[in-house]
C-alpha cells in the first residue's frame, strides 16, 4: 500500500489523468457530434453508454498487456514497409473518421435536398450512434492505452487515472455537447478537428508518426480565434442553421 501511494506513482497518476483528458477531447468531440443527431431525451444516455464503454475497453486492454504488445509485431510488408496489427487499427481508425466527418460536414453544409427517405425509428437511431461510437472507442482506447503503457509502471496507478479521466469528460461532455449544438460554425469546426484526427490515426497507421502536440495546439489555435468570432458577432445577427434530422420533432 505505501508503495502504491509513492510520490513517483502520485507524480505518475496526475500526469496520466491530464494527458488522458487531453487526449480524451477528441472523444469527447466525436461524441457530441453523434449524440447531438439523436432526439435530446436520448442524448445523456448515449454519452454515458459512450464514455463507459470507452472505459471497459481501456481497463480491458490494460488487463490483456501482453496482447497489446503483440499488436506491435509485423503481419505482413507492402514494398517494404511493415503492418502490425496496431498499424491496421489506427488506419482503419483514420478512415473512419475521415470518411465520417467528411460526410457530416457534407450533410450538414448541403443547402439543396431531394425527397428526404423516412427517418429511421428512435430505437435505430440509437443503435447505430452507439454503434459508431464503439468503433472509435476501440481505436482511442488503443492509443490511450499504449501511452499509459509507456508512462506509469504500476496498474493500479494506470486504471486510476484513466477512471479519473473518463469522469472529468462524463462530467463536461454535457457542457461541451450543448455548446457545440448551440453554436454551427463550432459544430463545422468540431469537425474539422475529426478530420485532422482521423488524417494523423491515418498517418500513424502507415508509419509516419506526427506530433500530436502540432495537432492540439492548432486545435486549439483555432478554437481560440472562433471563441473571439463569436464574441464580436453582433448580437442580432443570427447563425446559420444547419440540417438536423431531429429538429422538427
Known amino acids: 500500500m505505501d508503495e502504491l501511494l509513492s510520490t513517483a506513482n502520485l507524480i505518475s497518476y496526475l500526469t496520466l489523468t491530464a494527458l488522458e483528458i487531453v487526449l480524451g477531447i477528441d472523444n469527447i468531440v466525436f461524441l457530441s457530434i453523434l449524440t447531438g443527431k439523436l432526439p435530446a431525451g436520448q442524448q445523456g444516455r448515449a454519452r454515458i453508454i459512450g464514455l463507459s464503454l470507452a472505459l471497459v475497453f ?7 498487456l501482453s496482447w497489446i504488445m503483440g499488436l506491435t509485431d509485423e503481419l505482413f ?5 511493415g503492418f502490425s496489427g496496431r498499424d491496421l487499427i ?6 473512419f473518421l475521415v470518411g465520417k466527418a467528411a460526410h457530416e460536414i457534407h450533410v450538414k453544409l448541403e443547402v439543396q435536398h431531394g425527397p428526404e427517405a423516412p427517418p429511421p425509428s428512435s430505437g435505430g437511431a440509437f443503435i447505430w450512434v452507439l454503434a459508431q461510437i464503439l468503433v472509435l472507442d476501440i481505436v482511442f482506447s488503443l492509443d490511450s492505452v499504449i501511452t499509459a503503457v509507456g508512462m506509469a509502471q504500476s496498474l493500479v496507478v494506470m486504471i486510476a ?5 473518463v469522469g472529468v469528460m462524463l462530467l463536461s461532455s454535457k457542457g461541451i455537447g450543448d455548446f457545440v449544438n448551440r453554436h454551427p460554425s463550432m459544430k463545422i469546426l468540431a469537425l474539422s478537428f475529426l478530420l485532422l484526427i482521423g488524417v494523423m490515426l491515418l498517418a500513424e497507421g502507415m508509419g509516419q508518426h506526427v506530433n500530436k502536440g502540432y495537432i492540439y495546439f492548432a486545435m486549439a489555435f483555432a478554437f481560440a480565434v472562433e471563441l473571439v468570432n463569436l464574441r ?7 447563425p446559420v442553421k444547419l440540417h438536423n434530422r431531429f429538429e422538427s420533432e
Open 232 to 238: 464580436v458577432r453582433r448580437a442580432h445577427e443570427k
Open 77 to 81: 510488408a507492402v514494398f517494404g514497409h
Open 90 to 95: 489506427l488506419a482503419g481508425g483514420g478512415l
Open 58 to 64: 481501456r481497463i480491458g486492454l490494460l488487463f490483456a
Open 161 to 165: 487515472a484513466m477512471v479519473t479521466a
